[in-house]
């Protein structure tokens, strides 16, 4: 279940450094992948050997460091993670993650990250109760940092009260919960399609189109976000990949097709890409060649299988609910009504995609959903937000049947 999520540990310099081997070896149990950075002081409680033999990765120290930057730059070592848990969290880390502090990679991480971050704070009680710890911990926490601790009990330094670090099976079922979903989409598989395709005409040359994948995406993370188990089939795009979803990359629509079988059986079907109707019946093995006699290429096209129409009409697995998109530049509403009913799915988006609506590309999109017995003009929005109104729709519907 949390296959691929990626945990940046970052080890701040306290005693219950000594614990963080065993709690990357159970996150690891766990199957998190998880990558270290060591503050300085954390190295005299654990040794950066411990804990790359148990990460089975490079444990990062140094801000500075040319083969560190060159391997992972402090930049995308912070992005690159999913959920960034800084375990034991001194009160000197929290101080200047609270007060945007960057002089080494722990908080020059911290900082220049937008991924969300878990403490597990551990300190002696006087420094845990002071008033500026606690204003520390309070901003951190206005921000969305999520604290796990600390507990009462013994101290290293003999003192008894606030301060332990977290025992470290709670710390791993902390960071287990924070990625289990919730949402009125829980329990439910979606299948979404992006972008465009790819159909190749020669090893070098292709029939594409303008999709950019914006909205497609949008629909997948939205989904995700009520949570759905997404499974995103694209065709190239330049979009990041949504958080928390399974991705698959093709090029052609018949690669699409295969993807989307494959990623059945589904709840939920959206089939957002714009997908070439056509590809060229004989792709060239080599490069077509400009002889010089001026004889251009016969291309002959043959119909692309239509994926929609396919999964909709699917014997055995076809998805509870399958939704299209109509991409029109004319009578929009009368051609996506015929659409739906030809390609048989249950509601279709229309949209006007005429040169001058931008909507193939842009960051817009106005919709109008036709359903078998209903109708609503959506206003022109942004594609976040008819990401977001689809995702409710949907989680309403499903909330009825
Ligand atoms: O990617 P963006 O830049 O964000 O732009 C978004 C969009 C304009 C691409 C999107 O909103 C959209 O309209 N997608 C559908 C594009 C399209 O190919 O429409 P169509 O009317 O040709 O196809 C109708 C439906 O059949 C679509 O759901 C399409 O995914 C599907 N189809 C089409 C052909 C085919 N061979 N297989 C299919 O599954």
């Known amino acids: 279940m949390y296959q691929k999520k990626r945990i940046l540990l970052v080890v701040t310099g306290g005693i219950a450094a000594y614990k963080t081997p065993e709690l990357v070896r159970r996150l690891r149990e766990r199957s998190f992948d998880v990558r270290c950075i060591l503050t300085k002081a954390a190295r005299e409680f654990v040794t950066p050997l411990a804990l790359s033999a148990v990460s089975n990765d490079k444990v990062y120290e ?16 912070s992005r690159s993670a999913d959920l960034i848990l800084v375990a034991p969290a001194t009160a000197d880390i929290m101080a200047k993650a609270a007060n945007g502090l960057a002089n080494d990679l722990a908080s020059t991480t911290l900082l220049a990250t937008d991924t969300p971050v878990m403490m597990a704070p551990a300190m002696n009680v006087r420094m845990w109760d002071h008033p500026a710890t606690q ?83 949008a629909i997948a993370a939205e989904l995700a976000k009520l949570g759905a188990e997404v499974t995103l089939v694209t065709g190239p795009t330049r979009q990041p990949d949504p958080k928390g979803v399974r991705v698959v990359a093709i090029e052609s629509a018949r690669d699409m097709l295969a993807a989307c079988e494959a990623a059945l059986p589904c709840d939920i079907a959206v ?60 009578h929009v509403i009368d051609h996506a009504t015929q659409k739906r009913a030809r390609k048989q799915c249950d509601w279709i988006l229309a949209n006007d995609v005429s040169p001058t609506t931008g909507t193939f590309g842009g960051d817009d999109n106005t919709i109008h959903l036709i359903t078998p017995d209903h109708y609503e003009d959506w206003p022109k929005s942004s594609k976040i937000e008819v990401a977001q109104r689809l995702a409710a729709k949907i989680a309403d519907h499903l909330k009825e049947d």
């Not at 140094?62 to 070592?77: A, K, P, R, V, Y």
Request: hydrophobic content about 35%.
């Open 135 to 217: 204003q520390n911990v309070k901003t951190l926490i206005d921000r969305g940092v999520t604290m796990v601790g600390p507990l009462e009990g013994d101290m290293a330094c003999g003192e008894y009260g606030m301060g332990r670090m977290t025992d470290v099976s709670e710390l791993v079922e902390a960071v287990c919960a924070h990625f289990k979903p919730t949402g009125p989409l829980v329990g439910k598989k979606a299948l979404v399609t992006s972008g465009p395709t790819h159909e190749p005409i020669d090893p070098v040359r292709y029939i594409a189109n303008r999709s950019s994948g914006k909205q497609g995406h």
């Open 62 to 77: 140094n801000l500075f460091d040319l083969d560190d930057e060159s391997e992972m730059g402090h930049i995308q070592l």
């Open 271 to 330: 089939f957002a890409a714009a997908v070439a109707d056509w590809r060229v019946d004989m792709e060239a093995d080599q490069k077509l060649k400009k002889d010089g006699s001026g004889k251009i290429p016969d291309l002959q096209l043959t119909e692309n299988p239509d994926i929609l129409a396919t999964i909709s009409q699917h014997k055995s697995q076809r998805p509870g609910l399958v939704i299209g998109f109509a991409a029109e530049t004319e």
